[in-house]
């Protein structure tokens, strides 16, 4: 966000602004002990720094494998990201997973899928449990201190941001609108000794390829305080540079130095044209230019004075962090393989863009304030559909790629052994009717945030309903993606509900009186098809047409505006999930033994069927219990508030990869829909009056508060 004067997000560290250098000095200068203190300050909580917060949970052990496996529990990973290249860094100081030169290439540190497949440590000699972690408050530079016995010393890993450098739109790969920040593409790594001595070491050993190729270090004309080595193919070259004289032997880059109190060093893996620092001074600089960066990022947001706003807070910076900025893409997830099942095969890549979280990244980040990445997303959406007509698919590659075959990694031993380990995601070739709806709906949703409708838009919408109603009455693979027979799925037919709707609505805001009248009747009929062939005895809606199973995704039957929440078969379709389809209060997303998915094995609850629960419950005014669902569903979360896919209700592990931006899309609704009547239940205190039920309107209009807009949009309710 440029000034006036042309400051950038981040401002330049050699015109900090007072107060705002005052703070950040703050945060990352390490407490000083008082004289004659035996040991420092103790370190920052993670309680201490979300006061007035639930508390993450540290994950127990498995019920499913042994407490002494050497790969660390999914949720003890912390995220590092500069919105081109993402990273995992293990409790022990590891960072054990980055692809490069973007997040969805091979790795070259995939430790976290085979011990043997390359890994980067920074971290004191002979200890593997740090004292504590934290993300230094509103950035993505996480923090670890370590008590060492002989001292205290603490880390601080980012992925470097830098102001905007490229001059030419031909040598940049961004087509989104050039902001005033970029990725330096450097790993920093940085330490400091606050008490004692201790011993540090730093073990860089790549593996390219996924593991298959190791390089040969050598050398640069620095001597021995840079090094580089390229992947066998030459066409990635990593450069370390460190004031720790670095040795070499073969494949591994080697340290280690002894630290006493007030000694610093650093460590900077570098693959770009941006020169790493050379000294620790200059390191700290730009450690500092990048927690500024993202600090102002997050004061962009509009986030409510709330208990649970640092859960919202951090959710956002990793849907940020999982946004490729290059194209305004969000990538689904970091990670590829952590299974869904211990040791199980439900293992799939995650690091491409799927079309259905759409309408859910417009939600959050409009209703947060985040209109330049929504828009931004909203552009990569649209490339998408005006490309590939009606065909669009449900995932693509965060760069647009249609293509992503699927492969196995029969070389790779896999998470705790999980089998196989896949690259490529083989459900871009699947039909799968609901994409036409999340089209719409994401249309409709950026028409309310513009107040306009554009000849563009409206050319895509018209493509994308008649796609919708030439398809509605085909089965398809449904939302879970299963790997079974195609079936009549309710919520597939409840999104093209949503694209005949959707486009009846921007009809008559582009006053087509033709047109809005026939999809209007097109949707009144799929409407009708799906009452009449989707209800069980009780008046339940089930997965499909042909069974009485539930599902989870019919929570999005009262979010999407179906029915109204007060309708009895809405409010008998939520509490029979809530009550037939959980463990321990948790959500499945449907149970396995009635589902032909084509894969074998359990799984474990899907997190964001929980949080949707939430914002269900809160719809049809289970106000109490929908906030109960909710503190438990946060208090799941990792110690840095992060999310996998799924998470067992029997130990609270994560599983499933990691972290995934359609769970923390899901909990900023759930979470906001609990703020929502904890903001009318205080407005009511506050006026003398009894909490009392909210009035539902039998024909309601679209959540406009979701995008911000308490205020109604004129032209934007369904008629009589």
């Given at each position: 966000?440029a000034?006036?004067?042309?400051?950038?997000?981040?401002?330049?560290?050699?015109?900090?602004?007072?107060?705002?250098?005052?703070?950040?000095?703050?945060?990352?200068a390490?407490?000083e002990?008082?004289?004659?203190?035996?040991?420092?300050?103790?370190?920052?909580?993670?309680?201490?720094?979300?006061?007035?917060?639930?508390?993450?949970?540290?994950?127990?052990?498995?019920?499913?494998?042994?407490?002494?496996?050497?790969?660390?529990?999914?949720?003890?990973?912390?995220?590092?990201s500069?919105?081109e290249?993402?990273?995992?860094?293990?409790?022990?100081?590891?960072?054990?997973?980055m692809?490069?030169p973007?997040?969805?290439?091979?790795?070259?540190?995939?430790?976290?899928?085979?011990?043997?497949?390359?890994?980067?440590?920074?971290?004191?000699?002979?200890?593997?449990?740090?004292?504590?972690?934290?993300?230094?408050?509103?950035?993505?530079?996480?923090?670890?201190?370590?008590?060492?016995?002989?001292?205290?010393?603490?880390?601080?890993?980012?992925l470097?941001?830098?102001p905007?450098?490229?001059?030419?739109?031909?040598?940049?790969?961004?087509?989104?609108?050039?902001?005033?920040?970029?990725?330096?593409?450097?790993?920093?790594?940085?330490?400091?000794?606050?008490?004692?001595?201790?011993?540090?070491?730093?073990?860089?050993?790549?593996?390219?390829?996924?593991?298959?190729?190791?390089?040969?270090?050598?050398?640069?004309?620095?001597?021995?305080?840079?090094?580089?080595?390229?992947?066998?193919?030459?066409?990635?070259?990593?450069?370390?540079?460190?004031?720790?004289?670095?040795?070499?032997?073969?494949?591994?880059?080697?340290?280690?130095t002894?630290?006493?109190?007030?000694?610093?060093?650093?460590?900077?893996?570098?693959?770009?044209?941006?020169?790493?620092?050379?000294?620790?001074?200059?390191?700290?600089?730009r450690?500092?230019?990048?927690?500024?960066?993202?600090?102002?990022?997050?004061?962009r947001?509009?986030?409510?004075?709330?208990?649970?706003?640092?859960?919202?807070?951090?959710?956002?910076?990793?849907?940020?962090?999982?946004?490729?900025?290059?194209?305004?893409?969000?990538?689904?997830?970091?990670?590829?393989s952590?299974?869904?099942?211990?040791?199980?095969?439900?293992?799939?890549?995650?690091?491409?863009?799927?079309?259905?979280?759409?309408?859910?990244?417009?939600?959050g980040?409009?209703?947060?304030?985040?209109?330049?990445?929504?828009?931004?997303?909203?552009?990569?959406?649209?490339?998408m559909?005006?490309?590939?007509?009606?065909?669009?698919?449900?995932?693509?590659?965060?760069?647009?790629?249609?293509?992503?075959?699927?492969?196995?990694?029969?070389?790779?031993?896999?998470?705790?052994?999980?089998?196989?380990?896949?690259?490529?995601?083989?459900?871009?070739?699947?039909?799968?009717?609901?994409?036409?709806?999340?089209?719409?709906?994401?249309?409709?949703?950026?028409?309310?945030?513009?107040?306009r409708?554009?000849?563009?838009?409206?050319?895509?919408?018209?493509?994308?309903?008649?796609?919708?109603?030439?398809?509605?009455?085909?089965?398809?693979?449904?939302?879970?993606?299963?790997?079974?027979?195609?079936?009549?799925?309710?919520?597939?037919?409840?999104?093209?509900?949503?694209?005949?709707?959707?486009?009846?609505?921007?009809?008559?805001?582009?006053?087509?009186?033709?047109?809005?009248?026939?999809?209007?009747?097109?949707?009144?009929?799929?409407?009708?098809?799906?009452?009449?062939?989707?209800?069980?005895?009780?008046?339940?809606?089930?997965?499909?047409?042909?069974?009485?199973?539930?599902?989870?995704?019919?929570?999005?039957?009262?979010?999407?505006?179906?029915?109204?929440?007060?309708?009895?078969?809405?409010?008998?379709?939520?509490?029979?999930?809530?009550?037939?389809?959980?463990?321990?209060?948790?959500?499945?997303?449907?149970?396995?033994?009635?589902?032909?998915?084509?894969?074998?094995?359990?799984?474990?609850?899907?997190?964001?069927?929980?949080?949707?629960?939430?914002?269900?419950?809160?719809?049809?005014?289970?106000?109490?219990?929908?906030?109960?669902?909710?503190?438990?569903?946060?208090?799941?979360?990792s110690?840095?508030?992060?999310?996998?896919?799924?998470?067992?209700?029997?130990?609270?592990?994560?599983?499933?990869?990691?972290?995934?931006?359609?769970?923390?899309?899901?909990l900023?609704?759930?979470?906001?829909?609990?703020?929502?009547?904890?903001?009318?239940?205080?407005?009511?205190?506050?006026?003398?009056?009894?909490?009392?039920?909210?009035?539902?309107?039998?024909?309601?209009?679209?959540?406009?508060e979701?995008?911000?807009?308490?205020?109604?949009?004129?032209?934007?309710?369904?008629?009589?």
């Amino acid at each position: 966000m440029a000034t006036q004067d042309g400051d950038t997000l981040g401002p330049r560290l050699s015109e900090p602004r007072p107060a705002e250098a005052a703070t950040l000095q703050a945060t990352l200068a390490p407490a000083e002990p008082a004289a004659g203190d035996p040991m420092p300050a103790a370190p920052m909580t993670h309680q201490s720094v979300h006061e007035d917060t639930l508390p993450g949970t540290r994950a127990g052990p498995d019920a499913h494998g042994p407490a002494s496996s050497p790969y660390p529990p999914i949720a003890d990973y912390a995220f590092l990201s500069d919105c081109e290249v993402t990273a995992l860094v293990a409790p022990s100081g590891s960072v054990e997973w980055m692809c490069l030169p973007r997040l969805d290439c091979p790795s070259v540190f995939g430790a976290m899928l085979d011990r043997d497949a390359g890994r980067f440590k920074f971290a004191p000699d002979n200890v593997n449990e740090p004292a504590d972690r934290r993300y230094l408050p509103g950035t993505m530079v996480v923090e670890t201190s370590w008590d060492c016995g002989s001292g205290w010393i603490v880390v601080r890993d980012c992925l470097l941001m830098g102001p905007w450098r490229h001059q030419h739109p031909g040598r940049s790969s961004h087509i989104r609108p050039p902001t005033d920040y970029d990725a330096e593409h450097t790993l920093l790594r940085t330490v400091r000794c606050v008490h004692g001595s201790a011993q540090i070491v730093l073990d860089c050993e790549p593996v390219f390829d996924y593991g298959q190729a190791r390089g040969t270090w050598r050398h640069t004309e620095h001597g021995y305080y840079q090094a580089s080595v390229s992947s066998p193919d030459g066409g990635l070259t990593l450069t370390l540079t460190s004031d720790i004289r670095i040795g070499l032997e073969g494949p591994s880059a080697r340290s280690r130095t002894l630290l006493r109190e007030g000694d610093t060093r650093f460590c900077a893996l570098s693959w770009g044209s941006v020169p790493p620092p050379e000294t620790y001074e200059e390191a700290y600089r730009r450690l500092v230019w990048t927690a500024h960066h993202w600090q102002h990022w997050l004061a962009r947001g509009n986030f409510p004075d709330h208990r649970w706003r640092s859960y919202l807070a951090r959710s956002a910076l990793t849907l940020k962090g999982l946004t490729f900025a290059p194209t305004g893409a969000i990538a689904a997830a970091a990670t590829t393989s952590l299974p869904e099942t211990p040791h199980g095969e439900r293992n799939w890549d995650y690091r491409y863009s799927w079309i259905r979280d759409a309408t859910f990244a417009l939600w959050g980040l409009f209703t947060l304030g985040y209109d330049w990445e929504a828009s931004d997303y909203f552009a990569f959406l649209t490339d998408m559909v005006e490309r590939d007509g009606g065909d669009v698919q449900i995932v693509y590659g965060i760069d647009g790629e249609k293509e992503l075959p699927e492969h196995t990694l029969k070389h790779l031993h896999g998470y705790q052994g999980a089998q196989p380990v896949r690259i490529g995601n083989e459900a871009f070739a699947q039909q799968q009717n609901d994409v036409w709806g999340v089209v719409l709906d994401s249309l409709y949703l950026h028409t309310k945030s513009r107040d306009r409708l554009d000849e563009r838009v409206w050319q895509m919408a018209k493509q994308q309903v008649e796609h919708a109603l030439a398809h509605w009455r085909e089965p398809d693979r449904g939302i879970w993606e299963i790997r079974g027979a195609p079936k009549h799925f309710t919520s597939s037919k409840m999104m093209c509900w949503v694209a005949a709707d959707r486009g009846a609505r921007l009809a008559r805001i582009r006053e087509d009186p033709d047109a809005a009248r026939r999809w209007q009747l097109a949707a009144d009929e799929i409407h009708a098809d799906i009452c009449a062939n989707a209800l069980d005895d009780r008046g339940v809606f089930c997965q499909h047409y042909e069974t009485t199973a539930l599902d989870a995704s019919l929570l999005l039957m009262p979010l999407l505006r179906f029915l109204p929440p007060d309708d009895p078969r809405i409010r008998a379709t939520v509490l029979a999930i809530a009550d037939e389809l959980t463990v321990d209060g948790l959500v499945l997303r449907y149970r396995v033994s009635e589902t032909d998915d084509g894969v074998a094995g359990a799984e474990g609850t899907f997190t964001i069927c929980s949080f949707w629960l939430v914002s269900a419950l809160a719809e049809i005014g289970e106000h109490h219990r929908a906030r109960d669902l909710c503190e438990k569903v946060l208090s799941d979360g990792s110690p840095l508030l992060l999310y996998a896919e799924e998470i067992d209700a029997r130990s609270g592990r994560h599983l499933g990869n990691f972290p995934q931006a359609f769970t923390h899309l899901a909990l900023i609704n759930a979470v906001m829909h609990v703020i929502e009547h904890d903001e009318e239940e205080a407005r009511l205190a506050l006026a003398g009056a009894s909490e009392r039920p909210r009035r539902q309107n039998s024909n309601p209009r679209p959540r406009t508060e979701w995008l911000g807009l308490r205020a109604p949009v004129e032209g934007y309710d369904r008629p009589d």
